[in-house]
């Protein structure tokens, strides 16, 4: 191979990622409220892998996209324990942590799973998805196109809080080779990794609430990936409503 065609080669691998993002996407959810399960880990955490497994095989559910939105946030408050997650950001531990000052989970640990704003201590002896028929909360749409991102929300009953806007970026097809700490020796497979997130402010038009901010940029690349998005009351971790999907044309 030419040196000319392999440097064609590795700018095509770049820029391949991102041009899932020119291509226009439309995601919708329904009425009724959409589950966003959260799961909390580290890869420097030995119970841990179980866990993902059971948010990996996620994929494969019928109910994906339209009744659950699963994300991975991995967190790094056992980075110091032998092993520095490399899917880690301290926001993400924040996040976690404003769960627990809210009063949502009794406590911050890992791997901890949070289930349409609740906490899910029983999936550690009954790891069995149950999913409710959710409120009427109103629709959630999301339009994606040239890296930006429009979302628009009908809620169904009247408030005057504050609202924000949480984007995600998913990674999937992710693989790590741990070579110390807790799992050393192991390699850990992941999906619905979150590899970029970012909050704004929504405006009040009308009924609606609106926002137009930027696609968070994901820090690694994955074979695939996806977005997760809700909507919370300002300073307030809940999620009122959630709508994802496959970043594909």
Not at 55 to 84: C, M, T
Not at 163 to 168: I, S
Request: charged share 20%; glycine share 8%; net charge neutral.
């Amino acid at each position: 191979m030419s040196v000319r065609t392999l440097l064609v080669s590795c700018l095509a691998a770049l820029i391949a990622p991102l041009a899932v993002y020119a291509e226009p996407l439309e995601f919708q959810s329904s009425d009724t409220r959409v589950s966003l399960l959260e799961l909390y880990t580290s890869e420097g955490c030995s119970s841990c892998p179980p866990a993902d497994r059971f948010v990996n095989q996620l994929k494969s559910d019928r109910r994906l996209w339209r009744e659950v939105v699963p994300v991975a946030f991995h967190v790094d408050y056992w980075d110091y324990i032998g092993w520095r997650d490399r899917f880690a950001s301290p926001q993400y531990s924040e996040r976690q942590r404003s769960y627990a000052r809210s009063g949502y989970v009794k406590s911050v640990y890992t791997p901890g799973l949070v289930l349409g704003g609740e906490e899910w201590r029983s999936w550690f002896f009954s790891p069995v998805l149950k999913l409710g028929k959710g409120a009427n909360v109103g629709p959630l749409r999301l339009e994606v196109e040239h890296g930006q991102v429009t979302a628009t929300f009908l809620p169904a009953a009247a408030t005057s809080k504050p609202a924000q806007l949480h984007l995600a970026v998913l990674g999937f097809g992710l693989q790590s080779d741990v070579k110390a700490g807790e799992n050393h020796g192991k390699i850990l497979e992941h999906d619905f990794v979150v590899l970029g997130y970012s909050r704004a402010d929504m405006h009040k038009t009308g009924k609606a609430l609106s926002a137009t901010t930027s696609l968070p940029e994901p820090r690694f690349q994955s074979p695939r990936q996806a977005i997760a998005a809700w909507i919370s009351a300002k300073d307030d971790p809940f999620p009122v409503q959630t709508v994802g999907g496959w970043l594909e044309p």
